[in-house]
């Protein structure tokens, strides 16, 4: 609880420093970095560390959720389908030419399909 604060502090000066606008601040304000691209907001070069903590923030709110919620086998069969269908997504996307692995304005970095294989 202690970083908090300081993400709110350098989002910001970053808010203020780069051209991003408001709903650059209100996407990140609400942890949701991550689902800028989802939502056509591009992120300015230094905001792309905001992207980690929607992640972790989203998983913390939604993985316990899920947990309760399935029943073991239900878990099982989330958990290998995250397993097995994530790396065909991002073969897909490679073939199409998207970029999977670092964040660009026309990558999947913050479409959290592309992330899901760390749930797993």
């Not at 300081?6 to 203020?16: D, N, P, Q």
């Not at 591009?42 to 989203?58: C, D, G, M, N, R």
């Not at 709110?61 to 239900?74: D, E, K, M, S, Y």
């Amino acid at each position: 609880m202690a970083h908090r604060p300081v993400y709110f502090v350098v989002l910001t000066a970053i808010a203020l420093l780069f051209q991003g606008g408001l709903a650059f601040y209100l996407i990140c304000l609400f942890f949701g970095a991550n689902l800028s691209t989802v939502f056509g907001i591009v992120l300015p070069p230094p905001a792309t560390i905001f992207w980690s903590p929607a992640v972790e923030e989203h998983f913390y709110a939604l993985w316990p959720v899920t947990i309760r919620r399935l029943g073991p086998r239900a878990l099982a069969l989330l958990a290998g389908g995250i397993f097995i269908l994530e790396p065909m997504l991002r073969y897909f996307c490679a073939f199409r030419g998207i970029q999977t692995y670092e964040y660009s304005g026309s990558g999947l970095m913050g479409w959290p399909s592309a992330r899901f294989w760390r749930l797993t």
